[in-house]
């Protein structure tokens, strides 16, 4: 089972910044996971929530801000070139996660699409792009089907969805596999690897080991490697 480090080494470090990045590195982690938003002038960037307010003190949104505004006001943000930099360096896997609804629908997977196939990230290292949505991955999918995806389960998520997604990779939460383990071997059956977000405990990362989970996505990479 790989480790893969969720917004980097996040339990020690500020999430998705170069040092959570270059600490989940130094922790052994096999991967990094990102979570992925344009700016108003369509520069990709690593921010999960739509707001600016948690993180930066700032009321504005990441959609309606351009990047050097928002660059202004958190000075350690990455833009998704920054991370694959990181990555591609390090030779680690990763998994980028495209948030939505958003005002752009579906105009950043087109940017990431372009991005991976411009750098040929897919010949350096194993990349996934992965999201909750399932318009989103099917977009990609009909955008390049040679780019890997993950469809993102939560406890809303109908079957069917996992079911007839054109996903390579299926990763539910954590939550969901505690109650029903049976959902590994089910997505197994469609042909398709797994993850798991946030795998964080010790019963946890033996529960997803145990159950042959690909990949779990973990908070805290160093200490999950103790469970292997």
Same mark, same amino acid.
């Given at each position: ?45 690593? !921010?999960?929530? @739509? ?16 990047? @050097? ?20 360096? =390090? ?42 949505? !399932? ?26 969805? =996992?079911?007839? $997604? $054109? ?48 990949? =779990? ?12």
């Amino acid at each position: 089972m790989q480790i893969y480090a969720h917004r980097g080494a996040s339990a020690d470090f500020p999430e998705m910044t170069a040092a959570a990045y270059h600490g989940a590195i130094a922790q052994g982690a096999d991967g990094f996971e990102c979570d992925l938003r344009l700016s108003r002038d369509e520069v990709p960037v690593l !921010w999960h929530n @739509a707001s600016m307010i948690e993180r930066a003190g700032h009321d504005g949104l990441i959609a309606e801000l351009k990047y @050097a505004e928002i660059k202004r006001a958190y000075p350690q943000l990455l833009t998704l070139d920054e991370f694959l930099d990181i990555a591609i360096t =390090a030779n680690k896997g990763v998994l980028i996660e495209t948030k939505h609804p958003v005002i752009s629908g579906n105009r950043v997977e087109e940017i990431v699409a372009e991005r991976l196939t411009d750098r040929k990230v897919l010949k350096k290292i194993d990349c996934s792009v992965m999201s909750f949505s !399932w318009g989103a991955i099917e977009k990609l999918h009909r955008i390049n089907p040679a780019i890997p995806t993950t469809f993102l389960m939560s406890a809303k998520t109908l079957w069917m969805q =996992a079911r007839f $997604s $054109s996903a390579r990779s299926i990763a539910p939460g954590i939550n969901e596999v505690r109650e029903n383990p049976d959902l590994i071997r089910k997505i197994r059956a469609l042909g398709k690897s797994t993850a798991v977000w946030t795998v964080d405990s010790g019963s946890d990362i033996e529960l997803c080991r145990d159950l042959g989970v690909d990949i =779990a996505i973990t908070n805290t990479p160093s200490r999950a490697r103790t469970f292997l």
